[in-house]
């Protein structure tokens, strides 16, 4: 996604728990801890994988986004489809996805990354832009508001 930025990946973290699982200090039912709400987000707004669940490997895994900020107001907290979020990004200026990664079989659930989205991470894509375009960006985004 073009306005995807401050990417935070946890797959070590994740290698880190799998290790302890493997090593017996820590169980399966701590790991597998999916909760009522994160299994129907799972279920209704998540995105199959074809990567196997490292822990019971009968099952696929599934991805769940949710989204935070200030903009979302009484969405924030919620999961969104994949294809939703970047809508979001050209609508609002910035917000926050964190990604689950969950078994629908044996409940193993792990944070798989976090990332920013929104239209103000367009700007910096914007390599081309001369110093002119810099000033005159913030009256037009205020006109294009205006019309609104
Ligand atoms: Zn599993």
Redesign the pocket.
């Known amino acids: 996604m073009r306005t995807q930025r401050q990417v935070v990946d946890y797959s070590l973290q994740k290698r880190a728990v799998l290790r302890e699982l493997l090593a017996g200090r820590v169980g399966t039912y701590d790991v597998?801890d999916a909760s009522p709400y994160l299994k129907n987000a799972a279920r209704f707004h998540g995105e199959p994988t074809d990567r196997r669940?490292p822990?019971?490997?009968?099952?696929n895994l599934t991805l769940v986004h949710y989204i935070y900020g200030d903009e979302l107001k009484q969405s924030a907290g919620q999961a969104r489809t994949l294809t939703e979020l970047p809508v979001l990004a050209m609508t609002l200026r910035e917000f926050q996805v964190f990604v689950v990664e969950v078994?629908l079989?044996?409940?193993?659930n792990h944070l798989v990354e976090q990332y920013l989205l929104g239209r103000d991470g367009l700007a910096g894509d914007n390599d081309g832009a001369g110093e002119q375009d810099v000033a005159v960006e913030g009256a037009g985004r205020r006109r294009r508001e205006a019309q609104r």
């Open positions: 597998c669940c822990i019971c490997r009968s099952e078994c079989g044996c409940d193993w």
